[in-house]
């Protein structure tokens, strides 16, 4: 009973390295999500897949690429990584439908220094 | 675009106390409301749900009520554990996304 599954739980950085955050969910859930969670400013949406073949931009993506590679995954990448991106983050999916709720993973959390 | 507000914290309780937490959102349509928890060191899950006006959620103990008049989701529990302690944000769904409030961490004391 998996749900969602983020890889890795924990990652260090140095600035300028890249780094994609893996997420990948067994729900058969048609929307994943990508989050960023910062002390005081609740959850930030980065980027969303409503389907699986299309991407779209959420509220804060600049420094940041997805990519939907299946139904299942869904790939946040960091291309150049800067101090400003230490953070918490979050991969979350969905059934398409808009009453439903997102579900979860445990977190990625990434410091970059 | 689409926001929730929910109080500010932090907020210490002693065991068995009455426990609020305000939200009030503006959104377009007709959204769904959520309460999400987050204990330390883990993801959000979902603690309750309403999808239309006057729908009432409610699970371990929590409930809260879609109030489309006053556009509030008040999260509600009788008599807090300390298991209790943890985050809550108030989020709202439409289309494809979730709006989310700062949280409120809530301490709950032996």
């Known amino acids: 009973n998996a749900g969602v599954t983020q890889t890795p739980k924990f990652q260090v950085l140095k600035t300028g390295q890249s780094m994609t955050l893996q997420c990948a969910q067994d729900m058969n859930h048609n929307s994943m999500y990508w989050y960023r969670q910062d002390p005081g400013m609740g959850l930030r949406l980065i980027y969303y897949s409503a389907s699986e073949g299309t991407t779209d931009k959420g509220e804060v993506p600049n420094g940041y690429n997805v990519s939907r590679l299946n139904k299942r995954e869904f790939s946040l990448r960091l291309e150049s990584a800067a101090p400003s991106q230490t953070s918490v983050y979050f991969c979350?999916?969905?059934?398409?439908?808009?009453?439903?709720?997102?579900?979860f993973g445990d977190g990625t959390r990434l410091s970059i220094l | 675009g689409d926001s929730v507000t929910q109080m500010e914290g932090p907020v210490t309780l002693s065991e068995e106390a009455f426990l609020t937490i305000n939200c009030t959102y503006t959104a377009t349509g007709y959204p769904s409301l959520f309460w999400y928890v987050q204990y330390p060191g883990e993801g959000l899950q979902l603690l309750l749900k309403a999808t239309k006006a006057d729908d009432k959620g409610s699970n371990k103990g929590f409930e809260a009520t879609y109030r489309k008049e006053t556009t509030s989701f008040h999260l509600e529990k009788g008599s807090v554990q300390v298991s209790d302690s943890a985050v809550y944000f108030c989020?709202?769904?439409?289309?494809?996304?979730?709006?989310f409030g700062a949280g409120t961490t809530v301490t709950v004391r032996a």
């Open positions: 979350a999916s969905s059934v398409y439908l808009s009453n439903q709720p997102q579900h």
């Open positions: 989020a709202l769904k439409n289309d494809y996304k979730l709006s």
